[in-house]
């Protein structure tokens, strides 16, 4: 996956899920931070960035189109939800800061 540099990038969590049930989870605190790669939450905005709700389990954030990202340097993003219930789920993506292409 890439991060646009220089522009607004959506982060989207499609479908989120009770494992138990399948029923779709529509009041879950959800968020996302992307790290470089000492561990550290890259600069442009403040972390974590909530995702919230869009209805159907869909969770969406635009990321500040301001962050500090290196041209094809690698960073971690981390998205967390915690439900209702009190359960934790994360997924850990791995990014990749481009330029816009011009076509």
């Not at 009770?18 to 939450?41: F, H, K, M, Q």
Request: charged content about 25%; hydrophobic content about 40%.
């Amino acid at each position: 996956m890439q991060l646009v540099i220089d522009n607004s990038n959506v982060c989207r969590l499609d479908s989120l899920r009770d494992n138990d049930t399948g029923e779709l989870i529509d009041d879950a605190s959800v968020s996302v931070t992307i790290y470089d790669g000492s561990n550290v939450p890259i600069l442009g905005t403040i972390w974590p960035v909530s995702m919230p709700n869009k209805g159907n389990g869909v969770y969406e954030a635009t990321l500040d189109h301001r962050l500090i990202l290196d041209r094809g340097r690698r960073y971690r993003g981390v998205v967390t939800a915690i439900d209702t219930q009190d359960r934790k789920a994360v997924w850990e993506l791995e990014l990749l800061a481009q330029a816009n292409k011009v076509y």
